[in-house]
């Protein structure tokens, strides 16, 4: 039980025999569809803190610090810091460039509680323990919806997945991301490099999308999606997602909340939230409390990958910063590319052919969703004749993630859009990019 001391600046903590110390316990959190402060969010945690734990406890952690609430930019920070309590361990990670770092381990509820006061809204784990940090533990399926995705689709592609893991031997653990999504966990031995576990997952992406091709896909460029796409590229190494228990920046605070698979067919995501989740937790306990107890092999989705290869199917591009695989395919988007390999997703011997170029602009760049999103409205409100020829999914939000910042960069496909009606490429608006510099420098560097 936490007992608290205040002063004026901040409010103490006392939590398993620790003092953790909150500063600016009032801070706003969530002012938009509901009020939470930071201390809020620090007793949100430590009210579901067993299940929180469970999703982080031994892993080196990422801290995505939200230091302005909820509303405000976000950074990742990797390297922990230097001022923090003697009974907060770190543990050596290394990145796929080579570098290293500490990152922080938490252990317990007052570890918890302190990496949320650095205003860690969310926790973000890596799918290794420390006792083997190149082995993950954890395949990570991320179901991801597209625009105009509805959430039926999202809950009747979870389901397939469970399907599918279950027919190879290997037991899911859903939850919902907290936004519009729903991620799936799977317990594995440790004994698969990451470059193994992110070849099953695709091979699972692809074996879904061949199950319901009308609703999921495992394209990793947006302009090729639609519906529900499986983003296997979550179990790269130095990938991480939020982890069960953890606060989303959206405005009604929802929680990403593990589920029995039997509540997955009626679920609703805007029913768990910092303000409804802690009595859930205190009458039902945690769902994937036992999930450690179910390690399975990756052997037979790897069997599922052999038989993709040999069918002609390479690799599938992997995220920005990371080298290029033996087997990958160009790793430029489709409406940038100058030819594409014949095959579907090409082979080392198949001809290259010219690519329909896709139309695609740029409307704006910024840290700040809400700028971003109040520029695409000045677009639309400059060519208002073009609007109408827009489906929904011919507005691309993406969320934007470099080595430290995030952002949101908004582009228009004017596929659509006849020809002579389709508007010029124009400078962003906003066009505040931030890892600009950082690739100028970098270009400048190689060239």
């Not at 509820?109 to 973000?124: R, T």
């Not at 190149?134 to 990570?140: N, Q």
């Not at 999202?154 to 859903?174: D, I, K, T």
């Not at 303000?275 to 994937?288: I, K, N, S, W, Y």
């Amino acid at each position: 039980m936490a007992t608290n001391a205040k002063n004026e600046e901040s409010e103490v903590l006392s939590v398993g025999g620790h003092d953790v110390t909150v500063t600016h316990p009032s801070k706003p959190y969530f002012t938009k569809a509901t009020k939470l402060s930071k201390l809020d969010i620090v007793r949100y945690y430590l009210s579901v803190a067993p299940g929180a734990l469970g999703g982080i406890r031994g892993r080196p952690i990422v801290l995505k610090r939200f230091v302005d609430g909820a509303e405000g930019e976000a950074f990742y920070q990797k390297r922990a810091p230097e001022k923090r309590p003697p009974w907060v361990r770190t543990v050596t990670l290394a990145f796929p460039s080579g570098r290293t770092a500490q990152e922080i381990v938490v252990d317990d509820a007052a570890g918890l509680a302190w990496v949320v006061n650095l205003g860690c809204l969310e926790l973000h784990p890596h799918a290794v323990r420390e006792t083997a940090m190149e082995h993950p533990d954890e395949l990570r399926v991320d179901l991801d919806p597209g625009p105009g995705v509805v959430w039926d689709d999202v809950r009747r592609v979870a389901l397939e997945v469970r399907a599918l893991l279950a027919e190879h031997g290997l037991v899911g653990w859903p939850k919902t991301s907290g936004s519009r999504g729903i991620h799936i966990n799977v317990r594995i031995e440790p004994r698969w490099s990451f470059s193994d576990v992110r070849r099953a997952a695709l091979a699972l992406s692809r074996a879904i999308e061949r199950r319901v091709p009308a609703l999921a896909t495992s394209k990793w460029w947006k302009e090729e999606r639609h519906g529900v796409f499986l983003d296997y590229n979550q179990n790269a190494k130095d990938r991480t997602t939020c982890s069960a228990y953890s606060v989303r920046p959206v405005p009604d605070a929802r929680v990403s909340t593990p589920l029995e698979w039997s509540e997955v067919p009626d679920c609703d995501p805007a029913d768990f939230t910092v303000l409804t989740v802690p009595a859930r937790f205190a009458e039902r306990g945690d769902p994937h409390a036992r999930m450690d107890e179910f390690p399975g092999s990756l052997e037979p989705l790897l069997e599922l990958a052999e038989r993709d290869e040999a069918a002609g199917l390479g690799d599938a591009p992997w995220p920005p910063h990371f080298r290029k695989g033996d087997s990958e395919t160009t790793r430029v988007a489709p409406s940038r590319a100058k030819g594409v390999k014949a095959a579907s997703e090409g082979t080392s011997k198949a001809p290259r052919s010219r690519a329909p170029k896709m139309p695609l602009l740029i409307i704006a760049h910024s840290p700040d969703k809400e700028a971003a999103l109040a520029g695409l409205e000045r677009w639309k409100a400059k060519y208002p004749d073009v609007v109408p020829h827009l489906a929904i999914d011919d507005v691309l939000i993406d969320a934007m993630r470099g080595r430290s910042s995030t952002w949101t960069r908004i582009r228009v496909n004017l596929r659509h859009v006849p020809e002579d009606a389709r508007p010029p490429q124009e400078t962003p608006d906003p066009d505040d990019d931030p890892t600009r510099a950082w690739r100028e420098a970098t270009r400048r560097k190689s060239s």
